[in-house]
């Protein structure tokens, strides 16, 4: 399943696919992203993070790829589990200074047994 | 548990009166942020602290919000006046040093505060 983030705050998939969340971000200054997951009733948690220096970064289960060209930002899960239903945010950010993530509207995934 | 703690988890108020919110964030996490987040949005900026200093604020913090770090450890956020829009979960998150932690910029965020102004 896919989402086209802003545009598509819902993605609905089966227990076992692979998943695609996008975003868009908009400041062609930011260097350094993250994805945060966020279930419900707590805080964010970081998933992932990537510099502008790389375009793909890989961890467990996730990859998140960075087209700077086109100010664009995915994160991959593979085999989804129920347990990664929450909503998903992107966020940009720069390396200097005080390091504040301005965070995207996000991205509810429901997984389906 | 040595993550971020916020306390009361839920605040109801009735307008006009004043709340204060606290962060415990994790030990030795010299940077301490509040975000406020409303249903379906992403966590906004409010304000931010390097050990005692307040380093940044947003302009979403009006004259009614103040925050403190007396100590460079704990933090509280006081909104006074409350407003029905002041209803919102109040996030807290801190970082490490830079270069002494983890990743740059890494946030650990607190469970939030949810707010609700009647």
């Known amino acids: 399943g896919e989402s086209v983030g802003l545009h598509l705050p819902t993605l609905s998939v089966q227990e076992g696919d692979n998943s695609i969340i996008n975003c868009a971000y908009s400041?062609?200054?930011?260097?350094?992203f993250i994805w945060y997951k966020q279930e419900s009733g707590k805080g964010p948690q970081f998933i992932i993070d990537?510099?502008?220096?790389?375009d793909k970064r890989q961890g467990q289960r996730v990859t998140v790829l960075l087209n700077k060209t086109v100010k664009h930002l995915s994160l991959q899960i593979a085999a989804t589990q129920p347990g990664d239903s929450a909503v998903y945010f992107c966020a940009e950010n720069r390396q200097e200074g005080s390091y504040i993530p301005t965070f995207g509207r996000g991205t509810s995934l429901i997984v389906h047994p | 548990d040595t993550g971020v703690s916020q306390n009361p988890r839920h605040k109801i108020t009735k307008r006009g009166q004043n709340v204060t919110f606290r962060c415990d964030p994790i030990?030795?996490?010299?940077?301490l942020y509040w975000y406020r987040q409303t249903l379906g949005q992403g966590p906004e900026f409010l304000t931010y602290?390097?050990?005692?200093?307040?380093?940044?604020k947003s302009r979403l913090l009006s004259d009614r919000f103040s925050a403190e770090r007396p100590k460079g450890s704990f933090s509280t956020l006081e909104i006074q006046r409350t407003e029905q829009g002041d209803s919102a979960m109040y996030l807290c998150a801190s970082s490490p040093p830079v270069g002494g932690g983890l990743l740059h910029g890494e946030q650990f965020f607190g469970p939030g505060t949810r707010l609700t102004v009647l």
């Open positions: 400041n062609s200054a930011s260097d350094y």
């Open positions: 602290f390097q050990n005692e200093a307040q380093l940044e």
């Open positions: 990537i510099r502008s220096n790389m």
């Open positions: 030990s030795e996490h010299n940077r």
